[in-house]
């Protein structure tokens, strides 16, 4: 048999480089110095304006200058795809265009771009994952360097690092206390947000919410921006007792308080029968209440619903759970592991309680926040909790929670266009649906344009979700055996009813306030001897 034959080896020669290649580095940017901060301000934004004007309150009681941006509009967006990169999010795309056009506002307004680059900063959050997250800073410098703002400095806290973080040459000194500041800021906001997403949707006198929450939110800023700073000798121990200080302090309790006399004072009407839906999705998207998510709150509420909003603080929960799933991951692997561990889980504990504590101050109307442990069962066997990006299982754990309890009526979750992480969770939610019934979903993936189609869809399923909602209603009518216009003869006897800090009882199996309201109306008469008829003969 022949041998096989091979083919001759051929020897390319490639040509020497001239010089030495070199190793990429990340771009040296201008630092910001303890001397500056006097006379630099520290931009911010991205939130709700409660949590912004609250935010900035901490920045002042810690002595930084600090301004949040505009609310981010369709103008913001086409300034971003302008001088951004293609392909990104849009919420990097409102937020760097809304920076953008905030610094030509200026500069119109007779500031010279060297005098803008040198006295302000923008602060930001940042992390490493599987989706575009991790690269928004390098495209905010893009989109400055393009609009003729090249240095100007942004600056970054990293939502894995915890609270000890550096920043260049210590300009914001991301410590103990900066972060506490920030906690109680978002928690106090989330708690104010909600209460007036409880009250809002039942007011008698429009507007009478917004001017309550205007008052409440001033209340509690005030507070803030004057709360004394702890200082202790020897240094070594003002860590603890600030955190002492922390969970045993009065002042912003006592403000939460007279947030919430403001809110009691808004006359309510529990009985108008609307639908509940619950917000979930990307965390930007489902915040924001601009142009960003086609301001779909205000739409929903004008559309007859009531809004069950996502704290901030679940985001913060959840950021925790994770990391404690990855320190029992590791254990073994490397040490201090369940050291980090406990501190995590004492950081949690912490966290909930003041939380509570702040919900307990403005009346106790709020909800508490979700088990994170609970909610990675819900999703198990669905999506895996080790999947991070975006808001990882907790979509799918919060469509299948609200609905088996009945909590709401209909989930909307909201999302940027060509999210990937809330891609795949929509995948996984259509097989949710299928095996859940009685569940209406809808996934809005939202972008600067497409709000005409976003809110016909909204308003297709709202229309599913309100039938729900009066077929709830009329079902608790027929069993305590009573008409609408009984409940509200009653209700108009008894005014202390129309009071938003009057607690309706949860109802298991009820969702909307109307039928929560209505049981609770029937039970108190049984107690009082009231009947339908003797209602009528006092009225």
Known sequence: MPSPTHSPLVRIELPTPAAA????????????????????????GGLTWKHEALVQ????????????????DVAAFQAGKEYGNNGQCNP??????????????LEARGMSRAEIIETHVFLTAGACGPCRFGMYESEYRLALRNSGFEGFRVLLFDLGEGMEQSVSTQGLLMNQEFFLG???????????????????????????????????????????????RFRMRPAAFEDLGRLASQLLGRRLPSALAGAGRLFDEVPVDRLQVKPVVKVIGEFWAQTTEGDGNYRMVSFLEREGAQVLLEPIASLILYMIH???????????????????????????AVFRYEYRKMLAALGGAG??????????????????????????HTEIAKNIYYARHRLAHMVLSLKPFGCMPSTQSDAVQA?????EQDMVYLAV??????EINAHSRVQMALSEARAKALREFAGVLQQIGWSHDDLRRYADAHPELSRQLYRIPPAPGLASMAARTAIHIAERARRERWTPKAVVAVA
Request: proline share 4%; net charge positive; hydrophobic share 35%.
């Open 57 to 72: 309150a901490a920045f002042t009681n810690l002595g930084y200058r600090a301004e949040s941006l505009p609310d981010p």
């Open 92 to 105: 990097t795309y409102f937020t760097v265009g809304n920076l953008v056009r905030h610094l030509q506002s």
């Open 21 to 44: 290649s070199r190793h990429y580095r990340r771009p040296t940017e201008r630092g910001f110095t303890r001397e500056e901060r006097d006379r630099t301000t520290v931009l911010f």
């Open 445 to 450: 993936e939202t972008s600067g344009e497409g």
């Open 182 to 228: 920030i906690l109680n800021a978002l928690n106090a906001a989330d708690v104010l947000n909600e209460m007036a997403a409880l009250t809002r949707p039942f007011e008698r006198q429009a507007g009478a919410t917004a001017n309550a929450l205007r008052g409440a939110v001033d209340l509690v800023a005030s507070a803030m921006k004057t709360q004394p």
């Open 431 to 435: 097989a949710v649906v299928a095996q």
């Open 367 to 392: 909800r508490d926040l979700l088990d994170q442990r609970k909610l990675r069962e819900l999703a198990r066997g669905h999506y895996d909790s080790r999947a991070e990006g975006g808001e990882g």
């Open 322 to 348: 994770q990391a404690v799933q990855q320190c029992q991951d590791r254990r073994g692997l490397m040490p201090g592991s369940r050291m980090k561990e406990f501190r995590l889980r004492m950081g949690e």
